[in-house]
């Protein structure tokens, strides 16, 4: 991210930002496919795909709060949070939730790619942010 101070207008100006969705992924601590986008100050918005007939490893985050909208194929996300805990069914056009500290799991139930976009605010700070714990699944082998 690119901020330029201008002692003129008396504030910092945020240079725009044009990305690309690219095919090289980073795989993420859960064992998703994570394209990074654009990052600011208050948070970073990426790319997630899991594979046909993958279930991801189940994690909590530290210190980030995210919100993911999903944009194709179909699966489930189980959320728990102190004594409430849910499954519920996501496919396009479906957006929820991933509070901070939030155990969650997810898992490809359809025929193609499991794919959405997440905003995590504040940005990303790296895998050390991602702690496993015990999920709902049994997560498919291969990913970490």
Not at 39 to 47: A, D, N, P, T, Y
Not at 64 to 70: G, K, L, R
Not at 79 to 85: A, K, M
């Amino acid at each position: 991210m690119s901020v330029t101070f201008h002692p003129r207008e008396g504030f910092a100006v945020v240079e725009f930002q044009t990305k690309r969705l690219q095919d090289e992924f980073e795989l993420a601590p859960d064992g998703s496919e994570i394209r990074p986008l654009i990052e600011l100050g208050g948070g970073s918005f990426v790319h997630c795909t899991l594979q046909l007939q993958h279930t991801s490893f189940a994690v909590s985050h530290r210190s980030v709060d995210e919100i993911w909208y999903f944009i194709g194929g179909e699966g489930e996300v189980w959320r728990r949070q102190g004594g409430r805990e849910e499954v519920v069914e996501v496919g396009a056009g479906v957006c929820l939730t991933i509070p901070q500290g939030t155990h969650f799991q997810f898992r490809n139930t359809g025929g193609e790619p499991l794919r959405f976009l997440i905003v995590t605010m504040p940005p990303w700070p790296g895998d050390h942010e991602a702690v496993g714990v015990v999920g709902r699944w049994k997560p498919s082998s291969g990913h970490r």
